[in-house]
C-alpha cells in the first residue's frame, strides 16, 4: 500500500505565496518521476511541475518563473513553492508520482487527495 499526503494550501492574497508538501509512504521500493496538477471548477486537470528522481524539472508556461518544484528523495518528498499567486492559480492542487512497490514489478500511478489553494483579489 502506497499513500501520497499533501499539506500546505490554504487562502493567500494574490501576490503571496504558499507552498505545498507531498509525502509519500508505504511499501516504496524506489519513486520515478513526482509532480503537481491542478483542478479549478469547470476545468480539467492539468500538469503544473514535474520533476524526475534525478532532477530534471518541466513546468507549465503559466506558473513558469513564479513557482518552484524540489524534491527530497530520502524523505520521498515533493514540494512545490508558488509565489507571486494570482486569483488563476485557485484550484484544488494534486500530488502524483511513479512509484515501484516493494516486491512490484513495475511503477504504478498514484495520486493524493488533492489540497485547496485559493488566491483572492
Known amino acids: 500500500q502506497v499513500q501520497l499526503v499533501e499539506s500546505g494550501g490554504g487562502l493567500v492574497q494574490a501576490g503571496g505565496s504558499l ?4 509525502a509519500a509512504s508505504g511499501r516504496i521500493f524506489s519513486i520515478n518521476a513526482m509532480g ?8 480539467q486537470r492539468e500538469l503544473v511541475a514535474r520533476i524526475t528522481s534525478g ?6 508556461d ?16 515533493v514540494y512545490l513553492q508558488m509565489n507571486s499567486l494570482k486569483p488563476e492559480d485557485t484550484a484544488v492542487y494534486y ?3 511513479y ?5 512490484g514489478t513495475y511503477y504504478r ?12 483579489s
Request: aromatic share 12%; proline share 4%.
Open 19 to 22: 507552498r505545498l508538501s507531498c
Open 55 to 60: 532532477g530534471s524539472t518541466n513546468y507549465a
Open 36 to 43: 503537481w496538477y491542478r483542478q479549478a471548477p469547470g476545468k
Open 62 to 77: 503559466s506558473v513558469k518563473g513564479r513557482f518552484t518544484i524540489s524534491r527530497d528523495n530520502a524523505k520521498n518528498t
Open 95 to 97: 500530488c502524483n508520482a
Open 99 to 103: 512509484v515501484l512497490p516493494i516486491s
Open 109 to 120: 500511478e498514484y495520486w493524493g487527495q488533492g489540497t485547496q489553494v485559493t488566491v483572492s
